[in-house]
């Protein structure tokens, strides 16, 4: 199979422990954890089979019927090894979202990041014929012209970050939020969790953070806090924050900073300091924290503090098939933080480069928590057993990207302990579960593979299968790429047009020189004014990422390159590189230019 640009080890901190010290330190943890798992495992039957009320009865004032408040979660872990039972793998969240947008009677006023999926359109379509006003506010950054149904009134942000909500409010009366973009991956495939709320003031507190964005446009900093932020819910205490403007950081710091003895997290990505700072501190003072990281936090590692947290001892890395795109956290069994935002400088609001609209809530409910203790074992105990289970398949995901004709496809898989696999077999396929048409054949250390000159329009099908002990798994779920081709490939000057800003891109120049800083960070200059020209950025916690790729980066000097990744800012254009990946060398057969 052609095109492989090459292989590295992920750093991976929890694969395995580097020490007898630290094994003894991961077993103790893991047999606290067991007991606790153990005692609810027959709980957990219950939470796959519905949605769990945590509260219903009397109404508060003015209230039209019962408050009530509903927490549901997908399953993606339903579907393995193929990953084709979309049914089980929306577990009740997916229908109970579609469930909610057909009771709407009069209006739906929705902000979701990210909005695709056939089901919603379909009851977006039925709403529309029962005459439901539809109001709908959408990430620009996702909207790729896909069509929706001619009543919906559609808007996109002005945020210069991120609208990165993913609420709804169905006739000023009912709320539902969490985590779950509105996509086919969102409810199938990547863990996601939702909480649903009947409840007039809660819905008005919604309401005017909607009508801020969608009517007075104001987004990120310009926002305001303008809205009501704590409530009882049948005796239930529920606070609500709006990020920036309600400085949801300082709430969560708080909150972990009173933590008496555990605190379970299940994150998607964490780059905060003061809330990480806060978290070690809780460690050390005995309070008890486990965690689930999503994979792919470790890729940013400039600002993610996932590796850190993993030398700590604090958690391991997700083994979902998709995205662990989970946002919360469970404090000493009591306490539930959840929304749409990731624990980011960006996602609560403390970035110094902008701050995204989000939404988070606590709630103080120990039925609800245990919900959420009962879904956060689940995947932990999943993650455990993936990896170090040498018969599991491997969890594949890919993407896929085309510039200029050339269609290139990044397949990737969850990596498991370090030595425990032999061989990794990739297989390309023309059709789904067709015969093998091309076959690429990696080392165990292997976690993703890069297959190039892929054709716009056609459509390709891979699997892969490990081999240990002599002994092959059966394959992985199947993904398909099917390449658009619809990435801009920019010329250094191109590069410098701000239009790009925030977007995956490639840039296509002549390495002028490739310098490593004090601090180790190493740059591939376009140019020789680094203040002005475009440069390829690799920091430098990302260096071992390219040990054992057969990628030299000193060795590109003077050679023709792309790079592929988000065009950012700083001292001109870059973009920054963490993964051999992104770096397709031109001409490196070819003697060096002068």
Not at 55 to 74: E, T
């Amino acid at each position: 199979m052609p095109g492989c640009l090459g292989i590295c080890k992920p750093s991976c901190a929890s694969c395995a422990p580097s020490s007898r010290a630290e094994k003894s330190k991961t077993e103790t943890l893991m047999s606290g954890r067991l007991t606790r798992m153990a005692l609810s495992a027959m709980m957990i039957v219950a939470l796959l089979a519905g949605g769990l009320s945590a509260c219903s009865g009397q109404s508060n004032a003015g209230q039209s019927g019962p408050s009530s408040l509903n927490v549901y979660f997908n399953d993606p872990l339903a579907g393995l090894p193929l990953m084709t039972d979309l049914k089980a793998q929306g577990g009740q969240l997916a229908p109970a979202l579609i469930a909610l947008l057909d009771s709407a009677a009069k209006s739906l006023d929705a902000a979701v990041y990210s909005v695709s999926a056939q089901p919603i359109m379909q009851a977006l379509e039925r709403a529309c014929r029962r005459g439901v006003r539809v109001r709908l506010l959408l990430e620009r950054g996702t909207f790729h012209g896909q069509p929706f149904p001619s009543c919906v009134q559609l808007q996109l942000d002005n945020n210069r970050r991120l609208m990165h909500d993913k609420f709804v409010i169905v006739d000023g009366e009912t709320v539902w939020s969490g985590s779950t973009n509105w996509t086919k991956a969102g409810l199938y495939f990547d863990a996601n969790n939702a909480i649903q709320i009947v409840d007039q003031a809660v819905a008005r507190a919604y309401e005017a953070e909607f009508t801020q964005m969608f009517v007075q446009k104001k987004f990120g900093r310009q926002s305001e806090d303008n809205n009501q932020e704590r409530f009882q819910l049948n005796g239930t205490p529920i606070a609500i924050y709006f990020s920036p403007a309600d400085h949801p950081e300082k709430m969560l710091q708080q909150l972990i900073e009173q933590a008496k003895s555990s605190i379970e997290i299940a994150m998607f990505a964490f780059t905060q300091n003061d809330i990480f700072q806060a978290l070690l501190a809780a460690q050390q003072r005995g309070v008890t924290i486990q965690a689930i990281w999503d994979f792919t936090g470790l890729a940013g590692c400039q600002f993610s503090k996932v590796d850190e947290l993993l030398q700590a001892g604090i958690g391991t890395l997700d083994a979902d098939p998709g995205l662990l795109h989970d946002k919360y956290a469970v404090i000493d069994d009591q306490i539930v933080v959840s929304g749409s935002a990731n624990w980011s400088a960006s996602g609560l609001g403390t970035s110094p480069s902008g701050a995204n609209d989000e939404d988070l809530l606590v709630i103080r409910s120990a039925k609800v928590a245990e919900r959420y203790r009962q879904n956060f074992d689940r995947l932990y105990q999943d993650a455990l057993r993936y990896q170090s289970d040498r018969s599991e398949p491997p969890r594949v995901e890919i993407q896929q990207f085309g510039t200029a004709g050339d269609g290139t496809a990044l397949v990737s898989w969850r990596p498991q302990q370090m030595g425990l696999i032999d061989r990794y077999e990739v297989c390309r396929a023309s059709s789904s579960a067709g015969p093998c048409e091309q076959r690429a054949d990696l080392p165990g250390s292997a976690w993703y593979y890069v297959d190039r000159g892929l054709s716009p329009g056609r459509r390709y099908f891979y699997r892969v299968r490990s081999r240990s002990a002599g002994q092959w798994t059966g394959y992985s779920n199947e993904r398909e790429a099917s390449v658009p081709g619809d990435i801009a490939l920019l010329s250094t000057e191109s590069a410098k047009e701000r239009k790009y800003l925030g977007q995956t891109v490639t840039v296509r120049y002549a390495v002028q020189g490739v310098f490593q800083s004090k601090k180790g960070n190493i740059f591939l200059d376009a140019g020789k004014d680094y203040q002005t020209d475009f440069t390829g950025f690799v920091p430098s916690c990302a260096i071992s990422h390219f040990n054992g790729s057969g990628l030299d980066l000193f060795a590109l000097q003077g050679r023709q390159i792309e790079l592929t990744g988000e065009l950012g800012e700083y001292n001109g254009p870059e973009i920054e590189v963490t993964e051999p990946w992104q770096v397709r060398c031109l001409d490196c057969e070819a003697p060096p230019s002068p």
